[in-house]
């Protein structure tokens, strides 16, 4: 993803005592939706930001935030802020 804002590893274990990947069960949803985002073709979709520019600050890569979007639809939250919220507190979207 070479220009994009990269987030730490799942597998990391500095944020908290074990692994992220161990706070989520392997029957959750959000792991339907990492797979689902993972194989679709969004430049062909026609996202914009795939290519990313050479030059200013790098960005979300879109499929990240597309993530972020599916999970608040399943979860029933609408409001961009309260997605922000859920981002920063909870482990399924970390």
Partial sequence: ???FI???GRAQGIL???Q???YVTESNPVRVVDV???ELDLDKMGFDGVNPAETGRPAYHP???????IYGYLNRIQS???LEREVQR???LM
């Fill in 80 to 82: 961009s802020r309260r």
């Fill in 63 to 69: 499929s990240v935030l597309l993530k972020i979007y």
């Fill in 36 to 38: 689902f985002v993972d």
């Fill in 20 to 22: 992220l990947d161990d």
């Fill in 6 to 8: 990269e987030g730490r």
């Fill in 1 to 3: 993803m070479g220009r």
């Fill in 90 to 92: 909870n482990v399924e």
């Fill in 16 to 18: 908290l005592p074990e």
